[in-house]
């Protein structure tokens, strides 16, 4: 049903370091890192990764 799960909104998301994924999530919005955690959680599962998700849509929706 989750189009965006299958095509994450960063190019070579799969080969990308953790500062390069930080970057890109400036612009992101909390809906949109949202798709990027879930689409983690189903393919690498990094957890350094999914930890700096969480704070970064915690942080947008303003409880961090």
Not at 22 to 43: C, F, N, T
Request: hydrophobic content about 35%; aromatic content about 4%.
């Amino acid at each position: 049903a989750e189009k965006l799960a299958a095509e994450p909104p960063v190019p070579n998301y799969d080969e990308a370091p953790l500062p390069q994924l930080r970057a890109r999530l400036r612009g992101l919005s909390s809906d949109q890192v949202k798709l990027l955690r879930e689409y983690e959680r189903k393919h690498a599962a990094r957890p350094d990764v999914l930890r700096m998700y969480e704070n970064r849509i915690a942080k947008l929706n303003g409880l961090g």
